[in-house]
């Protein structure tokens, strides 16, 4: 496989970002590029941080511990764990991230309120919603979310940002990304996370705030 050429990705899919929101009558910068390096080695971090990038995601809570503190004393970032989460991995969570964004259900919130006072850190919080009641998925339930986000909202308040979904893969993602729109308006919750490679512009129109793109940056994995 070619080796690819992060930065020009990086710049191209910022243009592509810049242009999407301008299309949807936003500003060219109301849409933060989360850049999703899970499975790639360091030196694509490294890549990406010598073209400017400052906000990575990863899935797994061990895999981000290995790649990222290191760079941590030369570089300044923010990391978001993008992945379903185990409660047994909360703390470890909460050591690494600066955002977890896939909070979706009442004992892993448990479990994150107590790390975050054992390590005296506190993330940014996302609540992950599984639009498309997919078994093998993470996510609260459409029925649970409206429940669980005020229950969220109560409980850790400003640091619940808003909330995020990964659409079922070969569906048209925009219902599902107009209905986690609405939730957020309803809720008064600012930040959307929604978009990958394929459809982050789809979801640029449809009001996403964060994309998190991978293999359009990375390469395939
Ligand atoms: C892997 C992943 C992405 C990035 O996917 P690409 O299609 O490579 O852009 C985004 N969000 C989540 C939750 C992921 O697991």
Redesign the pocket.
Known sequence: MDTPDIAENIRRIRDRIANAAIAAGRQPDAVTL?A?S?TKPQDAVLAALAAGQTVF?E?RVQEAETKFPPLRAAHSFNLHI??GLQTNKARDAVRVADVI??LDRPRLADALAAAMQKEGRRPKLLIEVNTGSEPQKSGVSRDDADGFIGDCKGRFGDLLAGL?C?PPHGEDPRPHFDWLANRAAKHGLATLSMG???D?EIAIAAGATWV???????G??
């Open positions: 989360v999703v899970k995601g899935n993008i992945g964004e896939t995020m990964v990958m490679s394929a982050f998190r793109v991978g293999s359009a940056i990375f395939s994995r």
